[in-house]
């Protein structure tokens, strides 16, 4: 589409419903405000550096991308170690308006962020490139080239709502966003969204330099609540799951504690590295490998080569694989039943959120970071959290959110008691620091209108 084109089919796509359907009600006029920015933007302002008539491309041929973020609902730091969780795509996403080249460049701009300029003749890692967008565009480039597709380049104009920092995984949102342009571009748009997810990951730990597990990028891919088995790394099995919250009754927020991410990469790493000590005592490479009597069975040799903290961690791994599983089945008898039993099936899987949130906090150890245990945000919205339901003699549930040591936790809040929930932890945390989450059925797409 030419951007006059695309700025009236957006116009039509308000009118129809599209945009209250990915991002909820209420949302169709900041919605179509936000894509209009971008269309006017990729047509207008040439990223720095780059005359105007470099990219002619940017004339006709418009498309349209989104990428959604994540919120993990079961399943702390299991995925490393090849075992089960279940998450969602959320309302929050990145969205990009998106031209292909006749060249191998890929020009991406994404408001608040330096202008990222990649040259595709070379899909090589660069070492200078750790930590970076480029590196993660490279990387793409090359896994999906590897694997036959033809890539070449794109213009992008992008903005994302997923809160950097804040375990909805926005670095996995932009992962998955460069996978679905790229192989719609240049591959016919056929790679599931699991392929998608793995080539992110591959991205991520080989040019990017960060070694992630591959949740995120699934979660961030698929669209909806999915339950993610990665027993076999190769071909997780992903379902579908039906999660309708408030048909239930109850909101899902993330307070956002603002505590500091700096420093703590030691700390993230320190979570898989325990647990696959304790698997390397059996002469296996991760947990999953493991029988999970064998570790009890062997409880003080572990505590003298691993140390107790890693036998701990093993400890939160087995239990959060039985969680899953009784989350998803109490939670397949809530939306199947009614009455008192849909309600004591829903109490059943609150009950099950909560253990799993005390697992992460006494066994996984990851609400705060050893190396200052003076600075506790995530602790002290949880303590707070549990509070409050107990005070309103409310049925829900809290849990630590994504990696840990700072930034979210997790909350379910009947409906009429969430007001009252805001005021308190943002009288705590900080004006618009508790965001309600909506899971969105679309993950990474091309969005036709």
């Known amino acids: 589409m030419t951007g006059r084109e695309l700025l009236e089919a957006i116009q039509a796509a308000k009118a129809r419903g599209i945009f209250e359907g990915l991002y909820g009600p209420g949302t169709a006029e900041t919605a179509q405000c936000r894509y209009a920015s971008l269309i006017k ?15 002619p491309e940017t004339k006709d041929g418009l498309r349209v991308f989104t990428a959604a973020g994540r919120t993990e609902l079961g399943g702390n730091h299991t995925d490393h170690n090849r075992g089960k969780v279940f998450a969602a795509s959320i309302q929050m996403d990145a969205v990009a308006i998106v031209a292909p080249r006749s060249d191998k460049r890929v020009l991406f701009r994404s408001g608040g962020f330096p202008d990222v300029q990649v040259d595709l003749t070379d899909l090589s890692p660069r070492p200078e ?15 999906l080239t590897r694997r036959g597709t033809a890539v070449g380049g794109f213009t992008a ?15 996995a949102a932009v992962e998955v966003l460069f996978g679905r342009i790229f192989d719609n571009l240049y591959g016919g748009g056929k790679r599931a969204s699991l392929e998608i997810a793995q080539i992110g990951q591959i991205a991520e730990n080989s040019y990017f330099g960060k070694p992630s597990g591959l949740m995120d990028q699934t979660a961030c891919a698929s669209g909806g609540a999915v339950a993610i088995d990665f027993e076999d790394p190769a071909k997780p099995k992903v379902k579908g799951v039906n999660f309708d919250l408030e048909s239930l009754g109850y909101a899902l927020a993330v307070t956002d504690t603002r505590g500091s991410h700096a420093d703590l990469t030691p700390d993230y ?13 059996f002469g296996k490479q991760v947990l999953r490998e493991v029988d999970p009597r064998e570790v009890l069975a062997h409880a003080p040799e572990i505590r003298k080569a691993a140390g107790d903290r890693a036998l701990l961690r093993a400890f939160h791994y087995f239990n959060e694989n039985r969680k899953v599983d009784a989350m998803l089945a109490a939670l397949e008898k809530a ?111 091309e969005l036709y209108f």
């Not at 933007?41 to 990219?55: H, M, S, T």
């Not at 490139?129 to 565009?137: M, P």
């Not at 790493?269 to 005592?281: D, L, N, Q, S, T």
């Not at 609150?350 to 006494?362: A, K, P």
């Open 41 to 55: 933007g990729i047509l207008d302002d040439a990223p720095q550096g780059f005359p105007e008539a470099d990219f």
């Open 129 to 143: 490139e750790k930590g970076t967008t480029e590196a993660l565009v490279r990387g793409i480039a090359a896994e």
């Open 157 to 171: 104009n992008a903005a994302s709502t997923v809160l950097p920092g804040s375990g909805l995984s926005s670095s």
């Open 269 to 281: 790493a320190a979570i898989p590295g325990e647990m696959k000590a304790v698997a390397a005592f």
């Open 335 to 445: 939306v199947s039943s009614s009455g008192p039993e849909k309600q004591a099936a829903f109490a059943a899987y609150l009950d099950l959120v909560n253990q799993s949130g005390d697992s992460s906090w006494e066994l996984l150890q990851n609400v705060y970071s050893p190396k200052n245990p003076a600075v506790q945000g995530v602790s002290v919205a949880l303590a707070v959290t549990r509070d409050f339901l107990a005070e309103s003699a409310s049925i829900g549930a809290c849990r630590v959110h994504g990696g840990g040591f700072a930034g979210t936790i997790q909350s379910y809040i009947p409906l009429d008691r969430l007001g009252a929930y805001k005021a308190v932890m943002e009288g705590i945390f900080g004006e618009g620091s508790v965001t309600v989450l909506r899971i969105r059925p679309v993950g990474a797409a």
